[in-house]
């Protein structure tokens, strides 16, 4: 009988997942970590049957039409299974509702939600962290009647009535730099304010809203003037004339995201706040996006890693299981070590950012949040695409197989160090971060947790680091250029040491 290879298995990603599992058991109290359980394991068999329908599923990306048969012009988009599916998921486990209830908890519960639906759910995940981050600026905004218009749908837990947010800032001109956005905001007869412009990457374009950067008519150049605008997208049915989806990208990887250009010809827009600072403004949406990100790339490694955990102990080499050769056993050991520290780091960012967010939080902690957010984004970035690449190497040529699933890992890995702010962008935002309380927030956090602790080795370690970094912050302190040009270092030693 000619050999055939066994196929990786994907062991239940909730049940079988220690780290989470204890995780949730020493930080929740017993009734909410009992509650929680039936979302867990609905969302860990959702995840078990998608990587089974991955691998009989033909059409692996949306479909752009734009004009009708007689000539109207639609932009009607056709999503994938698990698009379609998506609404009712979030809605029915509270995948996003569930951040926003009143307790110290909602975050760290809402995003253990996150980190299993995330790869089922083929980066549908992408607009409902826009959604989360569109919520939390309006409450930020507090304005009442962009509150009461769009909070109950974007927070709704009934697919009838739910809403996806998309956050548009990217433009031609600028990405990272949105100071130089050239989208006009002007007011037309009536008072109503309205957009017009291109915007380059739009993630949610089939979403019903959207937080939109946009200058003023007559405002000065530079991001201060730049003000952010609430706009929906849909007429009934119908997608509102003034939006235009000019074409959907073809990208590297996130193939099932539908990733649009378009233009706004006049789109009714309502600015959150003042007409200025719209960057202040979009602030805590990109915080919150930026937590949706860590938190998706370490599901990405822990997806990884189990698929490449289990093919060694299916696929034999030299006589014995791959499981049992010490080098690939240590290889696999290695990415579970690098593993472990990302999901430690991302998931103690969501658990802060549930107690800055109900009031409860030290300062120290707050300000430890905001430094945490950037290093924790842009360090499991890196790493999601430096584990997948490892663990597709696991499997030898199979990894580099297309319909075995797993190139798919590695493409979409990519993607999360380059949106929500690239490694370099963020490297500096965290300098801005380190501006303020970050070392001493930092310091103050290792000695709280040393309090509870007797790891004296590891607690000198962070505190040299801590220290070495202090001294190169006072050192170029007055020297901008090799402050930014040391930034991606720093960062990422104060991430792994974090
Ligand atoms: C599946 C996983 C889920 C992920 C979904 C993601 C979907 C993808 C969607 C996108 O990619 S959306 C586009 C994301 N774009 C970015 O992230 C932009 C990247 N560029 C930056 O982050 C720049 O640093 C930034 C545009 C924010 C600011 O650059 P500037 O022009 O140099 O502005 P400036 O003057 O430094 O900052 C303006 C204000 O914002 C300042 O406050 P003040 O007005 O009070 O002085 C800053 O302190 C404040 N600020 C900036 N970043 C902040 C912040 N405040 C709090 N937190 C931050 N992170
Ligand atoms: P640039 O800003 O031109 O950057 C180019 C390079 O220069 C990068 O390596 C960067 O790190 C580096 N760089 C820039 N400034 C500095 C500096 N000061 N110091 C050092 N290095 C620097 N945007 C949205 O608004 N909405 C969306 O829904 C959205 N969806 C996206 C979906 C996908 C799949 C992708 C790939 C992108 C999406 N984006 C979206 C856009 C994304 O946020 C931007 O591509 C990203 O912020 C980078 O901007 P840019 O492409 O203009 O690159």
Same mark, same amino acid.
């Given at each position: 009988?000619?050999?055939?290879?066994?196929?990786?298995?994907?062991?239940?990603?909730?049940?079988?997942?220690?780290?989470?599992?204890?995780?949730?058991?020493?930080?929740?109290?017993?009734?909410?970590?009992?509650?929680?359980?039936?979302?867990?394991? &609905?969302?860990?068999?959702?995840?078990?049957?998608?990587?089974?329908?991955?691998?009989?599923?033909?059409?692996?990306?949306?479909?752009?039409?734009?004009?009708?048969?007689?000539?109207?012009?639609?932009?009607?988009?056709?999503?994938?299974?698990?698009?379609?599916?998506?609404?009712?998921?979030?809605?029915?486990?509270?995948?996003?509702?569930?951040?926003?209830?009143?307790?110290?908890?909602?975050?760290?519960?809402?995003?253990? =939600?996150?980190?299993?639906?995330?790869?089922?759910?083929?980066?549908?995940?992408?607009?409902?962290?826009?959604?989360?981050?569109?919520?939390?600026?309006?409450?930020?905004?507090?304005?009442?009647?962009?509150?009461?218009?769009?909070?109950?749908?974007?927070?709704?837990?009934?697919?009838?009535?739910?809403?996806?947010?998309?956050?548009?800032?990217?433009?031609?001109?600028?990405?990272?730099?949105?100071?130089?956005?050239?989208?006009?905001?002007?007011?037309?007869?009536?008072?109503?304010?309205?957009?017009?412009?291109?915007?380059?990457?739009?993630?949610?374009?089939?979403?019903?809203?959207?937080?939109?950067?946009?200058?003023?008519?007559?405002?000065?150049?530079?991001?201060? &003037?730049?003000?952010?605008?609430?706009?929906?997208?849909?007429?009934?049915?119908?997608?509102?004339?003034?939006?235009?989806?000019?074409?959907?990208?073809?990208?590297?990887?996130?193939?099932?995201?539908?990733?649009?250009?378009?233009?706004?010809?006049?789109?009714?827009?309502?600015?959150?706040?003042?007409?200025?600072?719209?960057?202040?403004?979009?602030?805590?949406?990109?915080?919150?996006?930026?937590?949706?990100?860590?938190?998706?790339?370490?599901?990405?490694?822990? =997806?990884?890693?189990?698929?490449?955990?289990?093919?060694?102990?299916?696929?034999?080499?030299?006589?014995?299981?791959?499981?049992?050769?010490?080098?690939?056993?240590?290889?696999?050991?290695?990415?579970?070590?690098?593993?472990?520290?990302?999901?430690?780091?991302?998931?103690?960012?969501?658990?802060?950012?549930?107690?800055?967010?109900?009031?409860?939080?030290?300062?120290?902690?707050?300000?430890?949040?905001?430094?945490?957010?950037?290093?924790?984004?842009?360090?499991?970035?890196?790493?999601?695409?430096?584990?997948?690449?490892?663990?597709?190497?696991?499997?030898?040529?199979?990894?580099?197989?297309?319909?075995?699933?797993?190139?798919?890992?590695?493409?979409?890995?990519?993607?999360?160090?380059?949106?929500?702010?690239?490694?370099?962008?963020?490297?500096?935002?965290?300098?801005?971060?380190?501006?303020?309380?970050?070392?001493?927030?930092?310091?103050?956090?290792?000695?709280?947790?040393?309090?509870?602790?007797?790891?004296?080795?590891?607690?000198?370690?962070?505190?040299?680091?801590?220290?070495?970094?202090? =001294?190169?912050?006072?050192?170029?302190?007055?020297?901008?250029?090799?402050?930014? &040009?040391?930034?991606?270092?720093?960062?990422?030693?104060?991430?792994?040491?974090?």
């Amino acid at each position: 009988m000619e050999f055939l290879q066994d196929a990786p298995q994907l062991a239940h990603p909730y049940r079988r997942d220690r780290l989470l599992c204890s995780l949730l058991d020493r930080t929740l109290p017993m009734e909410r970590r009992a509650a929680l359980d039936i979302d867990l394991d &609905a969302l860990g068999d959702y995840a078990q049957l998608a990587w089974r329908r991955l691998a009989s599923s033909t059409r692996r990306k949306p479909v752009l039409t734009q004009w009708d048969a007689w000539g109207h012009r639609v932009d009607r988009i056709e999503l994938t299974a698990a698009w379609q599916e998506g609404p009712q998921l979030t809605t029915r486990h509270a995948v996003l509702a569930a951040g926003h209830e009143a307790s110290e908890y909602a975050r760290l519960e809402q995003f253990a =939600r996150v980190y299993l639906y995330h790869l089922a759910s083929e980066f549908y995940t992408c607009p409902l962290a826009m959604t989360d981050g569109a919520a939390t600026a309006l409450k930020a905004s507090g304005n009442h009647a962009l509150i009461e218009r769009a909070l109950p749908h974007f927070l709704s837990r009934d697919p009838a009535t739910f809403w996806l947010s998309g956050q548009w800032m990217t433009e031609n001109a600028g990405g990272s730099d949105v100071g130089r956005t050239e989208t006009v905001a002007r007011q037309d007869s009536h008072g109503q304010w309205r957009l017009y412009g291109r915007k380059w990457f739009s993630s949610a374009v089939v979403g019903e809203a959207a937080l939109a950067l946009a200058r003023p008519e007559g405002a000065g150049t530079g991001t201060a &003037a730049l003000a952010l605008f609430y706009v929906e997208t849909m007429e009934g049915e119908r997608r509102k004339p003034e939006l235009q989806i000019d074409r959907l990208k073809d990208k590297l990887g996130t193939h099932e995201l539908p990733t649009a250009e378009i233009h706004l010809r006049g789109l009714p827009a309502w600015p959150l706040g003042e007409l200025a600072h719209g960057v202040r403004q979009v602030a805590p949406m990109l915080n919150i996006t930026r937590s949706w990100n860590a938190i998706c790339a370490v599901a990405s490694m822990a =997806r990884a890693i189990s698929l490449a955990r289990d093919y060694a102990t299916r696929r034999q080499a030299f006589g014995r299981p791959l499981i049992e050769q010490p080098l690939h056993a240590q290889t696999l050991a290695d990415m579970q070590a690098e593993f472990e520290g990302a999901f430690a780091l991302a998931f103690e960012v969501t658990h802060l950012l549930g107690r800055v967010e109900q009031g409860i939080a030290a300062p120290h902690e707050a300000a430890l949040l905001r430094l945490l957010t950037p290093l924790a984004k842009l360090w499991t970035g890196k790493l999601a695409v430096k584990l997948c690449s490892e663990a597709l190497e696991c499997f030898g040529g199979a990894g580099y197989i297309e319909d075995t699933g797993l190139p798919q890992l590695l493409r979409d890995a990519q993607v999360y160090a380059i949106w929500e702010g690239t490694t370099n962008v963020l490297s500096l935002d965290s300098l801005r971060a380190l501006g303020g309380d970050g070392p001493d927030a930092l310091r103050q956090a290792v000695t709280t947790w040393l309090s509870g602790n007797d790891d004296m080795h590891a607690a000198s370690a962070i505190q040299h680091v801590l220290d070495a970094a202090t =001294r190169w912050l006072n050192t170029h302190a007055q020297q901008r250029n090799p402050l930014e &040009a040391g930034a991606r270092g720093l960062a990422i030693t104060l991430a792994r040491c974090a």
